[in-house]
């Protein structure tokens, strides 16, 4: 045992080294709404890091740097996503740390946080470990890991939280499941006095959830499709709170998709529960309409609808966008989740809940939200790179001298998901066949060129 | 029409169509030899994911009559059971050049799904708790032969709405018809948001005297062991349509099969406001009608609009 060895934040996250990045990327619009920028700069990488960030035009481009035209794009902060599936160990036909990462890559993001519900799941250190060895090969992002609360995610025994966190672990949680049994998550909260680390809650009462396959709502009555109703999520943020607040420990309530929950979080925060929370592009952007407004009539169902929890009414997709306006939603996660096609193609109440989003965060909530008025571009920038901070890492910011994770995106680029394929392995995107605006050109992340969009290959 | 998977894919004109057909060969069974030569050489596959004795003999038996050949295909005994994908078992079944498959499946949206793996005319006869519309629609024939023109009716559908493909498609094929619709059950067992479908809910039958039709649903005794309702005995006192409830003037419907004594007590089964035999019988004809719609017109071997693929 190692518990003696302290937690390293600056080693929780594990990338493959690669060829650090020598760029100049040249009178691009940088916005960066925690250091102030929103205006053009030339910004400078050298051996990985900013080394300059000038006027435009200002900076020349040092012998065997690359030069990127930026000009009518936007330079921001690489992503950072603290909710993804890279389905490793166990589950490699869904996706591995290769395959996540790339579309973490072409998502925009710097780094993600890898859920432990594999196959065995992340519930000890030796499995941790593995994993780690892993992203040191594999991963072209940063890669953290969030091991179980709980021994094989069953909510009866505790894991080794405090070896697990010496290892790395960033946080803990049984992400796709909830801890259902109250008297077990307080013991968890007692014990990260301890072992440290955010514990991070699917919120789901299984007595109410049931067999429910989509929101119960309108459309659930019409379809005869069994409802997975508001309150099984928004009950247990209630609960998960106010156990927070007795125990004065520290939880991160996972998707919320419903209005009750952003209220419950916003009266937590109220009184000084140490709660903070997330919502996903596809909550932010689509209602249960779509399970089957994707096609007409025959009653056929959207299975890549489908999703846990589920997309719910637009009164609830307001009161999430409200929260992340106003704060009580502090960050949005993409809850990436690959699954094989065959696995999908199934009838709705047979297939696996899920959808893939690393690759059109950025562009979804872009299009849905931000074209149209309804939030503003800096403050997405800031909910897409601020899930860094509640696990106590460094958000990522353009600034001189810090490593460079940096996402160059054409903002007036229009293209339809799907179309040119997926580097997940998987297709199961709910976004699939809908034209989005805002295009990831390239990626920094941690010092090295992780994407470059084809165009910009060309160039 | 091409498919039949879903009520809320008719419209008034084609569910009279239907009904019209239907009526046309009812005096078929009265023959000695109950056969016309409409579908003859036609193939009709039944696929049947669920127990149904009733259903799945209503669709053979119409089949036949028309003189298609039918083949029957459980899924309890198949390949189903070794693990086959939905998707491979249709792809399979497609090597036997069905002209119509006929399925039935616990699975809502499952008969849409299959429509788009197979070249074949699909006909829903049952996906899940989301419809079941031969059921409706001959529900709709029998109370056209029943009572006439369903404008302005009341009709009220009576017990586990919650669990039941009947009460969704008969609810929407019911108003389409210009029928006014109300559901009534334990709330237990009625979904939230059923006003959705267009029909009034109620609790308790305080007002079932104002129907014209009463449609009682089957209670199934397996809804027990989820403690929907307290006791059989507390739902019969509540929701069992009995000789004190029914009144004269009313019609009384079932898709059967009826539990005696609870939803219905025998007395009103048997007595001649009951139309539940008349149900089974419109059932072959209804089914008859349906069969023809999607295959009569149809060219011999359609061809599919795009290879399904096996991925």
Redesign the interface.
Same mark, same amino acid.
């Given at each position: 045992m190692s518990t003696s060895r302290p937690f390293d934040p600056a080693s929780a996250l594990v990338q493959a080294p690669a060829p650090p990045a020598e760029v100049l990327i040249a009178s691009a619009h940088v916005l960066d709404p925690r250091a102030g920028i929103d205006a053009p700069h030339d910004v400078l990488v050298r051996d990985g890091r900013i080394a300059e960030i000038g006027a435009p035009g200002s900076i020349a481009a040092p012998p065997g740097a690359e030069v990127v035209d930026g000009r009518g794009r936007h330079l921001l902060p690489a992503f950072f996503d603290p909710h993804v599936h890279l389905r490793v160990p166990g589950q490699e036909h869904k996706e591995d740390i290769e395959t996540g990462t790339r579309a973490a890559a072409a998502g925009g993001y710097c780094a993600v946080v890898a859920m432990p519900n594999t196959d065995p799941v992340v519930d000890s250190a030796p499995v941790l470990r593995s994993l780690r060895d892993a992203a040191a090969r594999d991963a072209r992002v940063a890669v953290g890991f969030m091991p179980a609360i709980t021994r094989g995610l069953m909510g009866s025994e505790l894991t080794e939280m405090a070896e697990l966190r010496a290892e790395g672990a960033l946080g803990f949680t049984d992400d796709g499941k909830p801890v259902v049994s109250a008297g077990m998550l307080r013991k968890a909260l007692q014990y990260q006095r301890l072992a440290g680390g955010v514990i991070a809650l699917h919120e789901e009462d299984p007595s109410l959830s049931g067999s429910g396959a989509m929101h119960e709502g309108a459309v659930s009555a019409m379809l005869g499709i069994s409802g997975i109703p508001s309150v099984s999520e928004s009950t247990m943020v209630a609960r998960d709170a106010a156990l927070a607040g007795y125990e004065g420990g520290r939880v991160h309530m996972q998707h919320l998709s419903c209005v009750e929950s952003v209220r419950a979080v916003a009266q937590a925060k109220e009184i000084g529960v140490r709660v903070t929370a997330e919502a996903s592009p596809h909550h932010l952007c689509l209602t249960d309409e779509a399970v089957r407004a994707g096609h007409a009539g025959h009653g056929l169902l959207d299975t890549n609808m489908k999703m846990n929890p589920p997309l719910r009414t637009e009164a609830d997709r307001q009161a999430l966008i409200d929260g992340l306006r106003s704060g009580v939603i502090d960050c949005i996660a993409t809850d990436h989740a690959p699954h094989a096609r065959d696995e999908k193609e199934s009838p709705f109440e047979q297939a696996p809940m899920g959808t893939i989003g690393l690759e059109t965060a950025f562009a979804a909530v872009h299009t849905e939200l931000v074209v149209p008025g309804i939030l503003p571009l800096a403050l997405v920038v800031d909910r897409m790179t601020s899930g860094a901070a509640l696990l106590d890492l460094p958000v990522p910011g353009i600034a001189a001298d810090v490593p460079a994770n940096l996402t160059l995106v054409d903002l007036a680029a229009e293209w339809e998901v799907g179309e040119d394929g997926y580097e997940s392995r998987s297709e199961n995107c709910c976004f699939a066949g809908r034209r989005l605006r805002g295009r990831i050109l390239l990626t920094v992340a941690g010092g090295s060129v992780a994407y470059r969009e084809r165009a910009l290959v060309a160039a | 029409m091409r498919?039949l *998977?879903?009520i809320? @894919?008719l419209d008034r004109a084609s569910i009279e169509r239907i009904c019209d057909r239907a009526a046309s060969f009812a005096e078929v069974a009265h023959r000695e030899i109950k056969k016309v030569p409409a579908l003859r050489g036609r193939t009709v596959l039944n696929l049947f994911y669920e127990a149904s004795t009733r259903t799945r003999s209503s669709f053979e038996l119409a089949a036949k009559r028309l003189s298609a050949d039918v083949v029957n295909f459980s899924a309890s005994g198949s390949s189903v059971e070794k693990g086959e994908? *939905?998707?491979d078992t249709v792809l399979t079944l497609n090597a036997h050049k069905p002209d119509a498959i006929v399925i039935r499946? #616990?699975?809502?949206?499952?008969?849409? *799904?299959v429509?788009?793996w197979t070249p074949a005319a699909v006909v829903n006869a049952g @996906?899940?708790?989301?419809?079941h519309p031969t059921q409706a629609l001959l529900d709709v024939y029998t109370l056209r032969q029943r009572v006439g023109d369903l404008d302005g009716a009341s009709i009220w559908i009576v017990g586990d709405v919650l669990h039941s493909?009947v009460a969704?498609s008969n609810v929407l094929a019911f108003q389409e018809m210009g029928a006014k619709v109300t559901v009534c059950g334990p709330p237990t067992l009625i #979904?939230?948001?059923?006003e959705? *479908?267009g029909c009034d809910v109620r609790y308790t039958l305080e007002d079932l005297p104002s129907a014209d039709v009463v449609y009682a649903l089957r209670m199934q005794n397996e809804r027990m062991d989820q403690a929907f309702v307290p006791t059989i005995r507390e739902y019969a006192a509540e929701y069992q349509i009995n000789g004190r409830r029914l009144r004269p003037h009313q019609v009384l419907m079932h898709p059967g099969p009826v539990n005696r004594g609870v939803e219905l007590s025998g007395e009103v089964v048997d007595s001649p406001q009951a139309v539940i035999t008349m149900q089974v019988e419109s059932g072959i004809v209804v089914r008859m009608a349906v069969l023809y719609e999607v295959l009569a017109g149809r060219a011999n071997v359609p061809a599919p609009t795009a290879e399904p693929s096996i991925?």
């Open positions: - | 498919h *998977l879903s809320e @894919d994908s *939905l998707k499946t #616990p699975w809502a949206g499952a008969a849409a *799904l429509a788009q @996906d899940g708790k989301h419809e493909r969704r #979904p939230r948001h059923m959705a *479908l991925a």
